[in-house]
């Protein structure tokens, strides 16, 4: 059994970030009726959170996977992959929600409506996400389980 190698989980990240700013900056925009740049400075931060939170997740989640259930990431069934997906979510939440607070100059209420809704476009986003990348680029079993 394998879990991917540090590169591969740079990749992973970075392609998610970046595609999540494509599509989620114009329709937080549009929404929350802002300037596309603003939008994307807000999200710009909140990714930079994320990208050093998200490697973290993933590998303790890919770890926790394999001990517990003996399987590799690219073999994760359903229900297990709306955890991961949620799980990453909701640790999101707890460490982005000060740079929302601050950057979109909202009060507590209006920066947690801005994160729920962050959330629930980054969980449905993740999701699919993860199942696309492991199918386009499933874990090697030649990478090592100490990488």
């Not at 000060?98 to 980054?122: D, H, K, R």
């Given at each position: 059994?394998?879990?991917?190698?540090?590169?591969?989980?740079?990749?992973?990240?970075?392609?998610?970030?970046?595609?999540?700013?494509?599509?989620?900056?114009?329709?937080?925009?549009?929404?929350?009726?802002?300037?596309?740049?603003?939008?994307f400075?807000?999200?710009?931060?909140?990714?930079?959170?994320?990208?050093?939170?998200?490697?973290?997740?993933?590998?303790?989640?890919?770890?926790?996977?394999?001990?517990?259930?003996?399987?590799?990431?690219?073999?994760?069934?359903h229900?297990?992959?709306?955890?991961?997906?949620?799980?990453?979510?909701?640790?999101?939440?707890?460490?982005?929600?000060?740079?929302?607070?601050?950057?979109?100059?909202?009060?507590?209420?209006?920066?947690?409506?801005?994160?729920?809704?962050?959330?629930?476009?980054?969980?449905?986003?993740?999701?699919?996400?993860?199942?696309t990348?492991?199918?386009?680029?499933?874990?090697?079993?030649?990478?090592?389980?100490?990488?």
């Amino acid at each position: 059994m394998a879990l991917r190698s540090m590169k591969e989980r740079i990749i992973q990240t970075i392609s998610f970030e970046l595609g999540g700013l494509i599509i989620a900056a114009p329709l937080y925009a549009l929404f929350f009726s802002t300037s596309s740049g603003h939008s994307f400075f807000l999200l710009v931060c909140i990714s930079a959170v994320v990208l050093t939170w998200a490697p973290v997740h993933n590998t303790l989640f890919d770890k926790f996977d394999l001990y517990a259930f003996r399987r590799m990431a690219s073999a994760r069934p359903h229900r297990w992959r709306v955890l991961h997906a949620v799980s990453l979510e909701i640790s999101s939440i707890a460490l982005t929600f000060p740079v929302v607070m601050l950057i979109s100059e909202q009060g507590a209420w209006g920066a947690l409506a801005v994160n729920i809704w962050l959330t629930l476009f980054y969980a449905v986003y993740g999701y699919l996400f993860h199942l696309t990348f492991d199918m386009v680029r499933p874990v090697q079993s030649s990478t090592l389980l100490s990488e």
